[in-house]
């Protein structure tokens, strides 16, 4: 196990501490047991070859095409009795990381929901700090702020933890309005940056953020439907048809290209058969 990257040997811990048998990620060397399926079959079938790892990803990880309900049983295959978890959801913007995430949350609900736009810096300190016309850069977020709260999620010691919203009508982010019960077992998580690295961005320590966080998935969905979806989403509130086409391809493609390049990072590369709206 020691020769396993740190992320993949956590994975791997989960998998064989929480018995979920052929809920495997892994190789079948790896998980110690027969077969590479990520779920189990329904009652009378075998297991479907879609969930098998695709012959085109790199040995290090897999990419799988799943459900939403098959998603929602391997998140909750995270979970261990007596223990926190926390799951990192990431993707290109407009992928569907939030409808993801919401969705989980909604069909586990002993889990809490923790996004990372909560960080975003207040717009008065963009505008200070010449960064207003590119906010949802990697350097227009508290990544160490970010870091921080997680870091306490893991220990909660019995206490209601609070975290930052952030709110899409104000384009700002509201301080404690997320609180996490003590007794959540499984923290969610989503954002673009949750795989950045050391030198990856030109500010703030993103490498603590994906050190503080168990395992992460990586949202992938076509070009074709994300660039549209996320030109809906700017002129949803507020931008012009015109104005969120320019916003897209002068910031959210630059970033997008930034978060795509930590793909290999992931521990899976989720691509979702049901379509993901958001």
Same mark, same amino acid.
């Not at 018995?19 to 590479?36: F, I, R």
């Not at 569907?96 to 996004?115: C, D, F, M, N, R």
């Given at each position: 196990?020691?020769?396993? *990257? ?7 811990? #989960? %998998?064989?501490?929480?018995?979920? @048998? ?5 190789? $079948?060397?790896?998980? @110690? ?9 329904? =009652? ?7 969930? $098998? =790892?695709?012959? &085109? ?24 009795? @007596? ?9 290109? *913007? ?8 919401? &969705? ?9 929901? +923790?996004?990372?736009?909560? /960080?975003?810096?207040?717009? &008065?300190?963009? +505008? ?18 970010? &870091? ?15 975290? =930052?919203? #952030?709110?899409?009508?104000? $384009? ?12 959540? *077992? ?31 998935? /990586?949202?992938? +969905? =076509?070009?074709?439907?994300? %660039? *549209? ?21 002068? %910031? ?27």
């Amino acid at each position: 196990l020691e020769s396993v *990257p740190y992320r993949r040997r956590t994975l791997i811990k #989960f %998998v064989r501490r929480s018995a979920v @048998g052929p809920h495997c990620l892994l190789s $079948e060397q790896d998980c @110690g047991g027969p077969g590479t399926s990520l779920l189990p079959p329904a =009652p009378g079938e075998g297991y479907s070859q879609r969930m $098998e =790892p695709s012959s &085109a990803a790199p040995s290090d990880f897999k990419v799988v095409q799943a459900t939403i309900p098959e998603l929602v049983t391997l998140a909750r295959s995270l979970m261990v009795p @007596g223990e926190r978890r926390i799951l990192g959801i990431t993707g290109a *913007p407009g992928a569907g990381k939030s409808t993801l995430t919401a &969705a989980l949350t909604a069909a586990i609900p002993e889990a809490a929901l +923790v996004p990372m736009d909560g /960080f975003h810096l207040a717009n &008065a300190e963009l +505008v200070r700090l010449g960064r207003r016309e590119r906010k949802g850069a990697p350097d227009t977020f508290d990544a160490d702020g970010y &870091a921080a709260l997680l870091g306490r999620l893991r220990q909660p010691e019995g206490q209601t933890i609070y975290a =930052p919203l #952030f709110d899409r009508q104000l $384009e700002e982010s509201i301080g404690s309005a997320l609180p996490v019960s003590p007794d959540a *077992p499984l923290i969610i998580t989503e954002g673009n940056y949750l795989l950045l690295g050391a030198g990856d961005a030109r500010q703030g320590h993103w490498e603590r953020v994906g050190a503080a966080i168990d395992v992460v998935w /990586f949202l992938e +969905v =076509p070009e074709a439907l994300r %660039v *549209p979806r996320l030109i809906r989403r700017h002129q949803q509130f507020g931008k012009s048809a015109e104005g969120a086409a320019q916003w897209v391809q002068q %910031v959210d493609e630059g970033n997008a290209r930034l978060v795509q390049a930590t793909r290999s990072r992931a521990d899976l590369v989720v691509q979702i058969v049901d379509a993901v709206a958001g």
